[in-house]
DNA sequence: TAGTTTAGGTCAAACGTTTGACCAATATAC
DNA sequence: GTATATTGGTCAAACGTTTGACCTAAACTA
């Protein structure tokens, strides 16, 4: 059993005075005088009298917790997020309730229940990859429980998101290539029916607009082809190819891969740039170019922004596109003549 | 402000009966009739009731809520900890409660006291690196909730936990690149003052020994050492080393580096095993031998721990020295004749 | 002097839930 | 027909805290 802890009623026994007392000794609300405050005090500090926060919890109908759910910890991409999340409700002195979806809509239901019951102040939602059903979220908004989604969000739920721009941070990928001098840039696709893959790949035709490149289709292959690199390999081989631009920085190791096999030089034949900046991406030979989202900063908006509404329930939904930043390494360089 | 959510008592006044009624048809404890009891069910689900677990934990003294310091979140190993933990807490109906100390030790502190104002059932803590104050520790104990230390452990605590066996995952490492027919093997060292580093140059002694090789100390480097690179380069000219053992995979890739300068080929004439299993480890190239020290069960290990105390607060000791899993990858090849 | 203010408290309700003690009516035992 | 057990409930306390309403005595006002 767990030792029972110094209350505000064993201060008062042993000082004959009643709780309310106490309480305002403890929290000025007045009517109390200077000498029974120091002495309530005094004794408070010797018994390390510490308030009770389920008790204020029960009493004022709010927790200061926070509930964040997340498809994955061991995702980098996350844990950055996190630790902006964190950076900025530990400040403002919330508590983290902390689920995990795994990609999965039933635990991600699960998990809101959850967090809805143990009547956190507000909620951050990743939602999981593949959704169709809104009515856990929007149990969330009818419950009057602030909701912000973070790196993914939906047309069907009215509420504060922070997502990061991949058409711009894809075009921005692109129109360095070109700026460096690649006329023949291939894209390297992501998963099916994702909107990031959607807009990665519009920023990239974007991009070849401006610099009035046509489009070569020969130069989009899908990041989920069993046979990837072959396919690499043989645009390589041909010659079509001068610059790369995958969806994920996973997808260029897989241009590494190809381009080392057929022993054609990154950057000096072909330049490459990623996505996402996971901490790989500096230790690869050649240092891998890519863009970053930013992760760390989307967390600390989606965390104000969680704070700014339950501070103000009535507030105008703020939402962001969060830039994107592109970072250039080893693995582009400028086209000679 | 939120709204009220609907409690047994509202449940009671509508039904005309009182609170305890409800209570008692809904969890079970017998002296209501059938009809009574379906009827207070029926209304509850129509109402969607939940139940409040901040009044509960005010009259149980117990909040089903687990905390958990971590150093940051950032880190692999962390994460997949967290995954571990996660698994286990949950299955158990527990909830986390995270803090992160950022490796200092006074935000260790704070978080100690945020967890135990919060009255966490127990505690699982990574404590900071550089430690040497105690008593926030001690004051976790003092004030009985159970506490289990994960990835390290301090001497002056006795409290369950659970670390990795540095000296037995340095020697299986060591041992293999002997067993592969290495005989002069370099060593990088961790950062002074940390007990791994200590443990795992042991391991790597304990293996030369085995094999009755004569350590060489001009093979054993320091790994904080600002030219590290230029210091490997020289022994590897000098052809004084045929395999090499790195406190970690960040050590080893410094490794890779030096022999790449020289155009050493990996594992053709040097066999490298790193520390850590990051999981950039299996997209460089050669990909990485390493050491796994499986950071989940570790977090799976330290959960069932806190929940057996918590459980059973007078249960034995319960330490564990988890087992590593050596990893063999590209990087290690069997030298020939 | 009578009336009013002020300082320094106390009292009780409220938050939502559980649970031991009690009670009345009915059913059973002998 | 009386004693006893069972059924189906109610009551009140408890958890720790806050807070508006109330109270009393002393001090001030006119």
Redesign the pocket.
């Known amino acids: 059993m767990k030792k ?2 110094t ?3 064993d201060i008062a026994n042993t000082l ?6 106490v ?2 000794a ?2 000025g ?1 007045g ?6 405050r120091l002495e309530i005090i005094s004794l408070a500090k010797k018994l390390g ?1 510490r ?2 926060p ?3 919890s ?2 004022e ?1 709010r927790t200061n917790t926070i509930g964040l759910i997340i498809p994955e910890f061991t995702h980098h991409f996350y844990s950055r997020m996190l630790s902006g999340i964190e950076s900025v409700t530990s400040k403002a002195g919330y508590q983290l309730l902390i689920c995990t979806s795994n990609e999965d809509q039933n635990q991600e239901i699960k998990s809101i229940h959850t967090l809805l019951d143990a009547r956190v102040d507000g909620i951050i939602a990743t939602i999981s990859k593949m959704n169709d059903k809104f009515e856990h979220l929007q149990e969330v908004m009818d419950n009057d429980t602030p909701l912000v989604l973070v790196d993914r969000f939906s047309e069907e739920i009215e509420t504060p998101y922070v997502i990061s721009d991949d058409f711009k941070g894809a075009f921005s990928a692109v129109d360095h290539l070109c700026q460096i001098g690649c006329r023949k840039i291939m894209h390297i696709k992501g998963p099916d029916n994702l909107s990031t893959t959607f807009n990665r790949f519009m920023g990239y035709k974007e991009a070849l607009r401006k610099h009035e490149i046509e489009l070569d289709e020969r130069l989009i292959l899908e990041g989920s082809n069993p046979d990837l690199v072959e396919k690499i390999k043989s645009c390589l081989e041909n010659n079509w190819v001068d610059g790369a631009f995958a969806y994920s920085d996973y997808l260029a190791f897989e241009i590494y891969k190809a381009a080392s096999q057929l022993t054609i030089p990154i950057p000096g034949q072909l330049s490459v740039i990623g996505y996402a900046d996971e901490p790989i991406s500096t230790y690869i030979n050649p240092t891998l170019s890519t863009v970053n989202q930013q992760p760390f900063e989307m967390g600390v908006t989606g965390a104000k922004y969680l704070l700014n509404k339950i501070n103000d329930p009535e507030i105008a939904l703020e939402i962001k596109n969060l830039e994107t930043k592109l970072v250039i390494r080893e693995s582009c360089r400028r086209l000679e003549g």
Chains 1, 2 share one sequence.
């Open positions: 029972k802890r209350s505000i009623t004959q005075v009643t709780p309310s007392t309480s305002r403890l929290n609300g009517k109390v005088s200077e000498k029974k009298y308030p009770n389920i008790a204020k029960l009493l109908n």
